[in-house]
C-alpha cells in the first residue's frame, strides 16, 4: 500500500471520525430511554458490553482474520508490510452469566492459528491465555435524568497459551502470566426523529502483568533456541467509543472507533552464547474503526459481520481485520 493511499485513508478516517462525534453529540440533545424499550442488539464488534440479565446465559462466539497491508513506523510514518506477512484465524467466544441484575460474571476461550507464507505454520490451533471476570453495574440507567449506565469490569487472565521452548515461532499464543485487566463501560440508548434507536457506549479499560515468565529457547517474547531468563509482558489499554443506530427492530448499523496503547515487553536472561540480555521492546500504539452490520431474529439471538481497519499509530501494522460473531442468550 503506498504512502500516498494510506495518507488519503487517514484523511478520510478522520473527517469521518468528527461527523461521527458531532452527530453523537447532536443526538445527545434527544430523550434518553430505556435500552429495552423494543430494539434488539447484537452489541458492537470491539466495544465490551455490560451486565446481562439475573438467570441469563450470553454467548457470543466471535470468528476473525488479520490481514496486514503495511506497517507504521516509530513516529507514524507508513511503509510497506513486513515480509513474509504475519497472518491469523482467530475464536473468541465469550460466556457470560448474570448472577444478579447488578452482576455477571463472563469467561473468555480463545483459540488462534497464525502463520507466514513461506515461513511456516503453527502445529495446529493454539489456545491462548484465557481470562475470567467479573462485571458490575454500579449505577444504572435513569432516563429522566440523563444518566447512562455505568459498569465496572475486572478480570485476570490465566497462562494457558503455549509461549515458550516453542516448536516454532507460530506456536507462540500466550503470555506465561497471569495478567490483570480494570475497565470502565458507559452505555445509553436514545430516541431519535422516526423512532430510530441510538445505542452508545464509551469505555476504557487497562491491563498489567501480575507476574513474569519463565523462558526457555524460543519464546513468544521472541527469544531463540540457547535463551533462558524470565519476561514480562508491558501495560496495555484501549479506549473507546461505539455506535449503534436502529434501522428497524431487526437491523442495526454499528461503528467503533478506539485506541489501543501498549508499553513493550522486558526479557531478562542469557542466550546461546552465554551474553546477558535485559532488554524492553519497543512500545506501540493504533486507531482502528470497525463498521459493522447486525441482524436479529429475536431478542435473543443475532449476527454481526463487518471488518476492523487501522489506520493511525506507531510500531503497529496497518491491516484489515473481518471478522463476524453470533449472539445468543439462553
Not at 466471535?62 to 497472518?87: E, N, V
Not at 475464536?91 to 497464525?114: A, C, E
Not at 546461546?272 to 540480555?277: E, I, K, L, P, W
Request: proline share 5%; glycine share 10%; hydrophobic share 35%.
Amino acid at each position: 500500500m503506498s504512502e500516498r493511499v494510506v495518507q488519503s485513508l487517514q484523511k478520510f478516517f478522520k473527517v469521518k471520525t468528527l461527523k461521527i462525534l458531532a452527530t453523537s453529540a447532536l443526538f445527545c440533545t434527544f430523550n434518553i430511554t430505556d435500552a429495552k424499550a423494543g430494539q434488539w442488539y447484537t452489541g458492537s464488534l470491539v466495544s465490551p458490553s455490560g451486565t446481562t440479565g439475573e438467570g441469563v446465559l450470553n454467548v457470543e462466539p466471535y470468528y476473525s482474520y488479520s490481514q496486514p497491508m503495511g506497517a507504521f513506523g516509530p513516529h507514524g510514518g507508513t511503509g510497506p508490510a513486513k515480509h513474509p506477512l504475519q497472518r491469523s484465524l482467530s475464536n473468541s467466544t465469550l460466556w457470560k452469566y448474570g448472577i444478579t441484575p447488578d452482576l455477571s460474571i463472563q469467561f473468555h476461550t480463545m483459540v488462534n492459528y497464525r502463520w507466514k507464507h513461506a515461513a511456516g505454520h503453527a502445529h495446529g490451533p493454539k489456545a491462548a491465555d484465557m481470562p475470567l471476570g467479573l462485571i458490575y453495574r454500579f449505577v444504572r440507567p435513569d432516563p429522566e435524568r440523563y444518566i447512562p449506565a455505568l459498569s465496572i469490569i475486572a478480570s485476570m487472565a490465566f497462562p494457558t497459551g503455549d509461549y515458550s521452548n516453542l516448536g516454532h515461532e507460530q506456536d507462540g499464543v500466550g503470555t506465561g502470566t497471569y495478567i490483570f485487566r480494570l475497565g470502565f463501560v458507559s452505555q445509553s440508548t436514545y430516541t431519535l426523529p422516526g423512532q430510530h434507536e441510538l445505542r452508545v457506549r464509551v469505555w476504557n479499560w487497562f491491563r498489567r502483568s501480575v507476574s513474569s515468565a519463565r523462558l526457555k529457547n524460543m519464546t513468544s517474547y521472541g527469544t531463540d533456541y540457547g535463551f533462558y531468563g524470565r519476561g514480562h509482558p508491558g501495560m496495555s489499554g484501549q479506549t473507546g467509543i461505539s455506535l449503534e443506530y436502529g434501522l428497524n427492530q431487526k437491523w442495526v448499523l454499528a461503528t467503533d472507533l478506539a485506541h489501543d496503547w501498549a508499553n513493550g515487553s522486558h526479557i531478562k536472561g542469557y542466550d546461546s552464547r552465554g551474553h546477558y540480555v535485559n532488554k524492553i521492546s519497543s512500545a506501540s500504539s493504533d486507531w482502528q474503526i470497525a463498521p459493522a452490520i447486525e441482524y436479529n431474529w429475536n431478542p435473543r439471538w443475532g449476527i454481526i459481520v463487518g471488518s476492523a481497519f487501522y489506520f493511525a499509530g506507531h510500531n503497529s501494522n496497518i491491516q484489515v481485520t473481518p471478522q463476524f460473531a453470533v449472539n445468543s442468550m439462553f
